[in-house]
C-alpha cells in the first residue's frame, strides 16, 4: 500500500467558498472550530480543512455544521425563504426540507448526496480538454477509421 504524501492543495474554487461561506456563518454564530468541532464529533483540524477548502465535509458534517451554528442546509443553499412564493415554490422548499429533516430518507438522501459530491470533486480533478482540442482528435480519428475501412 502506497501513501500519498504530496501537500494537499485546495480545490479549485467550489470548495474554498464552501469554506469561505461556513467560516462567515461559524464567526457570526459566534463559534469557534472547536466549538463546532465538538457539535460536530470532528476534530478541529477537520473543521479547519472544510474551511480552507483543502477538504470538503460529507452531507451528515455539513447538515450537523449549520444546525451547530442555527441554520440548515435549504437555507444555506436556497437562501431564506421569499416572501413572496408562488404556490409551487412553497411546495418545493416544503418537501426539500420534509426530506432533509424526515429521518427514514435524510440516511438516503445523504448517500446520494454524498456520492454526488464525490463525482463532482472526480470531474473537478479529470484533466478537461478545449472543446476545439476535442473535436480535432475526433475528426483525426475518423479520419484514420475511413483510411483504415478504404
Same mark, same amino acid.
Given at each position: 500500500?502506497?501513501?500519498?504524501?504530496?501537500a494537499?492543495?485546495?480545490w479549485?474554487?467550489?470548495?474554498?467558498?464552501?469554506?469561505?461561506r461556513?467560516?462567515?456563518?461559524r464567526?457570526? !454564530?459566534?463559534?469557534?472550530?472547536?466549538?463546532i468541532?465538538g457539535?460536530? %464529533?470532528v476534530?478541529?483540524q477537520?473543521?479547519?480543512?472544510?474551511?480552507?477548502?483543502?477538504?470538503?465535509?460529507?452531507?451528515?458534517?455539513?447538515?450537523d455544521?449549520?444546525? %451547530?451554528?442555527?441554520?440548515?442546509l %435549504?437555507?444555506?443553499?436556497y437562501g431564506?425563504?421569499?416572501?413572496?412564493?408562488?404556490r409551487?415554490?412553497?411546495?418545493y422548499?416544503?418537501?426539500?426540507? %420534509?426530506?432533509?429533516?424526515?429521518?427514514t430518507?435524510?440516511p438516503?438522501v445523504?448517500?446520494?448526496?454524498?456520492?454526488?459530491?464525490?463525482?463532482?470533486?472526480?470531474?473537478?480533478t !479529470?484533466?478537461?480538454?478545449?472543446i476545439?482540442?476535442?473535436?480535432?482528435?475526433?475528426?483525426?480519428?475518423h479520419?484514420?477509421e475511413d483510411?483504415e475501412v478504404?
Open positions: 500500500m502506497t501513501h500519498n504524501t504530496e494537499k492543495e485546495p479549485p474554487q467550489g470548495d474554498t467558498e464552501l469554506g469561505q461556513l467560516s462567515s456563518i464567526l457570526r !454564530a459566534g463559534l469557534t472550530q472547536s466549538d468541532a457539535k460536530v %464529533a476534530s478541529r477537520h473543521i479547519s480543512n472544510i474551511e480552507m477548502g483543502i477538504t470538503s465535509p460529507t452531507v451528515r458534517v455539513l447538515r455544521y449549520l444546525q %451547530a451554528c442555527g441554520t440548515d %435549504a437555507e444555506f443553499f431564506p425563504l421569499p416572501i413572496n412564493q408562488t409551487r415554490q412553497r411546495e422548499h416544503s418537501k426539500l426540507q %420534509a426530506l432533509l429533516q424526515n429521518d430518507t435524510s438516503v445523504t448517500k446520494v448526496l454524498d456520492s454526488f459530491m464525490t463525482s463532482m470533486q472526480s470531474s473537478l !479529470a484533466v478537461v480538454q478545449p476545439r482540442v476535442q473535436v480535432q482528435r475526433a475528426r483525426t480519428r479520419k484514420k483510411r478504404s
